[in-house]
């Protein structure tokens, strides 16, 4: 999920993260979950921390990137 957060960030934004690690995730259940992801990524040769947010409903096949913050 921290990569397919890093991926749709990129998408939204032209941008160019390159996805690192996951530094801190937790979860939360709603109609479906959602993952709050501390997410190191690699911003112009520059590692940074990203916040993602991600709601997921397998049951549905969805996925999808919330917030996403530096």
Do not use: C
């Not at 939360?28 to 709601?55: P, R, S």
Request: glycine share 6%; proline share 1%.
């Amino acid at each position: 999920l921290a990569r397919f957060a890093v991926d749709e960030h990129n998408k939204k934004e032209n941008s160019l993260l390159q996805f690192g690690k996951v530094v801190k995730a937790k979860q939360q259940v709603v109609a479906g979950t959602v993952y709050y992801i501390t997410v190191e990524a690699t911003d112009g040769g520059v590692k940074k921390l990203y916040e993602a947010k991600v709601w997921v409903k397998p049951w549905m096949d969805f996925k999808e990137l919330q917030e996403f913050n530096h």
